[in-house]
Every structure is written in structure tokens, then in C-alpha cells.
T-cell receptor
Framework: GAGVSQSPSNKVTEKGKDVELRCDPI?????LYWYRQSLGQGLEFLIY????????KSGLPSDRFSAERTGGSVSTLTIQRTQQEDSAVYLC????????????FGSGTRLTVV | AQSVTQPDIHITVSEGASLELRCNYS??????LFWYVQSPGQGLQLLLK??????LVQGIKGFEAEFKRSQSSFNLRKPSVHWSDAAEYFC?????????????FGAGTRLAVHP
């Protein structure tokens, strides 16, 4: 597609429920990144995918967070047993190659855990 | 570890005034440096980037930034601010990690523009 597409744009969920956030990167971009932006905070790196290589999961805050990327394209970030501290904007980005020239970001999913 | 510091959380300027947003980084090698802008409810848009060569880089929307290695800084400037520039600005350093370029972001500076 023309840009990075994320869905849903907003998600309200009850504490303890699981949620799935979707990211559709720019066609042809081999690298995909997830970041989390909490209120008043900068962007926190979560996970990176590059082609068929093993992802860099070093930023995932707990084992309740997981992500997959199917067919080198669409990615899903799953948060199990959501907690109130998971409330944030989750941003996805993609880049050609290894991201030397910066990333293109989607508009994000605003997650609210009540 | 790599880090980025944006000392100013909020800045308010009058429309037409000049602007400088500060950014300091910590990185052991020659950095890749970026400035992004985020308007309310939007994702991040790349304003400009520095890799090497000329230390003064030009970006979109009339912004420029200067890389100063001796000060570990990459400050963003604009000679005359427009009301539409009100947004949050993020500085980032590209840290080579495991063969790719991981962007490490500062906490952001929120810019308000008075008419």
C-alpha cells in the first residue's frame, strides 16, 4: 500500500482480556518495527522483523507481549491478559533494507485498558 | 548505551519567530540522526536525517538541523514558525544493533505557537 496501515485505530478493552493489533507495512519494505508510546513518554522499541530472519524481541516488556509476521508482510502484536499499564499508542513502522534512512510510521493504535 | 536527550519538554513561540529545538545524543560511533514530527492523532513524519558529509541538513517544511560532533548535538531550527508547526518533535539516533539500524528516540518536545 501507499503507507503503513494499522488497525484498529482505537481499542478499548477490559483488564485481563487479550488484544491483537495489526500492521500492514509498505509493499516491498522488508523491515518492520513496533514501538510503544505512553502518555508523555518517548517511543519505546518493542520488536523488529527483517525478512525471514529471527526477530529482535529485546524490547518486549513481558512475556504477555508477542508478535508475528506472516509471509514477510502483515504483522500482529498480541498482548495477553492486558493490564492498565499497557494503555498506550502502539506504533508500527517499516523500512526498506536495514532502516539506515529512517522508518515510515503508521498512525498507530490507541489502546485503553479499563 | 545509546540515548537521546531533548532538554525542553514544552516550548512556546510566537508565529513568525525563529525556533530552535535541542537534541543531545550519546553514541559511540558516527551516528545516524533523525528528526520526526508528530501532529495530534497522527503517526510520525520524517523531517530530516543526517548520515555523513555536510553537517547542516535541510528538511521538509523549511526545517534544518546542524550536527555538531564536539557537542554531541543535532539541534532543529526554523527561521520563521507557522501556526501549523504546532506539534510534538522527536529526535532519534540510529544505533546499529545486530546488523540493523534501531532508532532510539528522545522523549519529545511539544511546540505551541501563539498567533
Amino acid at each position: 500500500g501507499a503507507g503503513v496501515s494499522q488497525s484498529p485505530s482505537n481499542k478499548v478493552t477490559e483488564k485481563g482480556k487479550d488484544v491483537e493489533l495489526r500492521c500492514d507495512p509498505i509493499s516491498g519494505h522488508t523491515a518492520l518495527y513496533w514501538y510503544r508510546q505512553s502518555l508523555g513518554q518517548g517511543l519505546e522499541f518493542l520488536i523488529y522483523f527483517q525478512g525471514n530472519s529471527a526477530p529482535d524481541k529485546s524490547g518486549l516488556p513481558s512475556d504477555r507481549f508477542s508478535a508475528e509476521r506472516t509471509g514477510g508482510s502483515v504483522s500482529t502484536l498480541t498482548i495477553q491478559r492486558t493490564q492498565q499499564e499497557d494503555s498506550a499508542v502502539y506504533l508500527c513502522a517499516s523500512s526498506p533494507g536495514q532502516g539506515r534512512y529512517g522508518y515510515t510510521f503508521g498512525s498507530g493504535t490507541r489502546l485503553t485498558v479499563v | 548505551a545509546q540515548s537521546v536527550t531533548q532538554p525542553d519538554i514544552h516550548i512556546t513561540v510566537s508565529e513568525g519567530a525563529s525556533l530552535e529545538l535541542r537534541c543531545n545524543y550519546s553514541y559511540g560511533a558516527t551516528p545516524y540522526l533523525f528528526w520526526y514530527v508528530q501532529s495530534p492523532g497522527q503517526g510520525l513524519q520524517l523531517l530530516l536525517k543526517y548520515f555523513s558529509g555536510d553537517t547542516l541538513v535541510q528538511g521538509i517544511k523549511g526545517f534544518e538541523a546542524e550536527f555538531k560532533r564536539s557537542q554531541s548535538s543535532f539541534n532543529l531550527r526554523k527561521p520563521s514558525v507557522h501556526w501549523s508547526d504546532a506539534a510534538e518533535y522527536f529526535c532519534a539516533v540510529g544505533a546499529r544493533s545486530g546488523g540493523y539500524n534501531k532508532l532510539i528516540f528522545g522523549a519529545g518536545t511539544r511546540l505551541a505557537v501563539h498567533p
